[in-house]
């Protein structure tokens, strides 16, 4: 396991359970908290982007 496996998981954890984004980029280090790259570091599974997309609709429909 690379490190860069276990940071882009670790960012990936923390966004997914909730914590802001620039909590996460403070956290992740000076060089990612202004980086435009820090997006390379995420990756949601679809089945999360999903149920994301299925919260918000439902919300939609009141």
């Known amino acids: 396991m690379s490190s860069h496996m276990m940071r882009r998981t670790a ?3 923390l966004l997914t ?3 802001p984004e620039h909590a996460v980029r403070n956290l992740s280090g000076p060089t990612s908290a202004n980086s435009t790259s820090f997006r390379r570091y995420v990756h949601y599974a679809q089945a999360y982007l999903d149920e994301e997309m299925e919260r918000v609709h439902k ?3 009141r």
């Open 11 to 13: 960012i990936t954890t």
């Open 17 to 19: 359970l909730g914590m």
């Open 59 to 61: 919300r939609l429909e």
